[in-house]
């Protein structure tokens, strides 16, 4: 508790010689958390970078394996393959949907606000659960069709490549749609207005002025959806088939089924270095803290 | 006219967008009370018969049991990080601010596969796997980031004045924090407690992980139920797990009107005491 003492004295009595290193009481109460996602955190990822080189057998051999067998490479190929449709269609439904909020009154902007939310906060599982009983070929949407006479057999939509993005979507839309909100709604739309005053069509305000400003925040979203896409393991493994496993899915199976903790590490190593690159290059265009900040 | 296209367009499509977010809550809630094992919809009549079940059996209450107390563990241990850490952030100096930065955030972006496979490989050799207090050391770290957010945006808020007169009518710094800044973030740090808590409450990948015979949690529980075989008892569950989430949220939304009902009578009272004096 001394820190807290500590810090109520004015920080700048003792300034260290060394600026950069300068830590103050108030600063000093973010060593505890620091210290407990580096053990509990950064730690494990250190052991399963190790454990991707060592296990089991030091050198590269889990790494030459994943690109040695086309298997394995198809299911990468597939992963990249669905995290940039699911981007791609999260993007076409999120647009509208953020746009629209930052056009109606505030009672309607809340309503939509708080429908986005309650999937947000509802569990992964238990939509995919729903989705399941929904589209499965005796599920909801095809006894509907089938009562009133659409179709005759039942269309399969369970554990096909459109079931899988269609549950995907709807995990990765809320992710997208805050950030994008977010930022359309801080766009001074006195602009467009000036645009149209200067002759523009409202169509060619729209695109000229509105969505060049709106790219941050579109951009930060569909980064978080695609990175997030990659690592999705529970949807793909309720909603697709054996054709489409994912890489998730691949890491789960090598470590439970047959006990290639290696192999799997080295798996989750990519994946894990990919999404830092792809963090880190978008991060010199992007305030991506602030997209995060957003959350909640 | 293109304008009025343009609306009912977007109109139109917000709606489909909206009733595809809703339709798993909708679908499933109806379903836990249907009589037909069969997960028919519309539901066929009424029954607590899934949920009985779900009672009744205990090995889905050692689950729940696990979930409940791994929860309010995480939520805890986040909150009591976490908040030393938005002090930190908001009113510190520490070196390298940016590192911290990436290390306080990356529980959020690190994909949850990758966490699983990372503290299982760790906590097998440390016999941490299938215990409450490696669950808990996990789930802590992905709900720390909800605690720092919250808090740090209640922190911002804080008028610094009020602890410049605390301290200028004698309150020790201690007495200070304790009696005027930390009523004033409590919120905050309820609303990022009430995220950490959820964050565990639905987490499934780690907790595949580190489940095993000895602790199981409850979506654990449910991911092996819907892989064996579906029933209504899944769907009872998670209306139930729904409640927990929406009672949580409304629990929150109570507090916050409690807390500006106060607000605004503390502000009258000061304005009539104002208009006394005058």
């Keep these: 508790m001394s820190t807290v003492e500590t810090a109520a004295a004015p920080s700048t009595a003792a300034a260290p010689k060394r600026k950069y290193f300068a830590i103050d009481g108030w600063g000093a109460l973010v060593v505890p958390l620091v210290i407990f996602l580096v053990v509990v955190f950064l730690v494990p990822l250190v052991a399963m970078l190790v454990k991707s080189f060592t296990d089991p057998e030091p050198g590269f051999g889990n790494y030459v394996a994943v690109f040695a067998e086309p298997l394995y490479m198809k299911v990468i190929m597939n992963t990249f393959y669905v995290a940039l449709l699911v981007t791609l269609v999260t993007l076409l439904l999120a647009y509208p949907y953020a746009y629209l909020m930052t056009l109606v009154p505030p009672l309607w902007r809340n309503i939509m606000m708080v429908i986005m939310l309650i999937p947000f906060w509802t569990s992964v599982l238990v939509r995919s659960f729903a989705l399941i009983v929904l589209l499965r070929d005796t599920g909801v949407i095809n006894t509907m069709l089938t009562d009133i006479g659409a179709i005759d057999e039942p269309i399969t939509m369970l554990r096909t490549f459109s079931g899988v993005v269609f549950g995907m979507v709807q995990v990765s839309l809320p992710f997208a749609v805050l950030p994008m909100y977010a930022t359309m709604s801080g766009i001074d739309n006195r602009l467009g207005l000036a645009a149209q005053n200067l002759g523009a069509r409202p169509s060619g305000a729209f695109w000229r002025i509105f969505v060049p400003l709106s790219v941050p925040g579109v951009a930060a979203g569909l980064l978080l959806t695609f990175i997030q896409a990659l690592g999705y393991y529970i949807t793909p493994a309720l909603l697709g088939g054996p054709q489409n496993t994912m890489i998730g899915e691949l890491i789960v199976q090598q470590v439970s089924a047959v006990l290639r903790y290696g192999f799997a590490a080295a798996l989750a190593t990519m994946l894990l270095v990919l999404t830092l690159v792809l963090l880190g290059v978008a991060g010199k265009f992007l305030n991506l803290e602030k997209a995060l900040m957003r959350r909640s | 006219m293109a304008k009025i296209l343009t609306r009912a367009f977007l109109g139109l499509l917000a709606v489909l967008i909206g009733v595809y977010l809703l339709m798993p809550v909708l679908v499933i809630v109806p379903m836990s009370w249907s009589e037909s094992p069969y997960l028919a919809f519309p539901p066929e009549g009424f029954t607590m018969q899934w949920y009985e079940k779900f009672f009744n059996d205990a090995a889905w209450m050692s689950s729940l049991g696990h979930s409940v107390s791994i929860g309010l563990l995480s939520a805890l241990l986040s909150v009591v990080l976490g908040t030393m850490g938005a002090l930190a952030l908001v009113r510190g100096k520490f070196p390298f601010r940016g590192v911290v930065m990436g290390v306080l955030l990356a529980p959020m ?107 199981t949690t409850l979506p654990v529980k449910m991911w092996s139920g819907i892989r064996v075989q579906i029933d209504p ?7 139930i797990s729904l409640i927990v989430i ?33």
């Design chain 2, 109 to 215: 972006i690190v994909p949850f596969v990758i966490v699983g496979l990372a503290v299982y490989i760790t906590f097998l050799g440390l016999g941490l796997t299938q215990t409450t207090l490696g669950f808990v050391l996990v789930h802590t770290a992905l709900g720390v980031p909800y605690v720092l957010i919250n808090v740090v945006a209640s922190l911002s808020s804080v008028d610094r004045r009020l602890e410049m007169a605390a301290m200028n009518l004698g309150a020790t710094p201690l007495g200070t924090f304790f009696r005027i800044t930390l009523p004033l973030i409590f919120p905050g740090m309820l609303a990022g407690a009430l995220f950490a808590f959820i964050t565990s409450w639905d987490e499934v990948v780690v907790a595949i992980f580190l489940s095993g015979p000895d602790i």
């Design chain 2, 246 to 278: 929406l009672a949580a949220f409304a629990g929150q939304g109570v507090f916050k009107l409690f807390a500006s009902a106060s607000e605004r009578r503390r502000r009258k009272r000061i304005v009539t005491m104002q208009e006394e004096l005058a």
């Design chain 2, 233 to 239: 008892t899944i769907a009872a569950i998670s209306t």
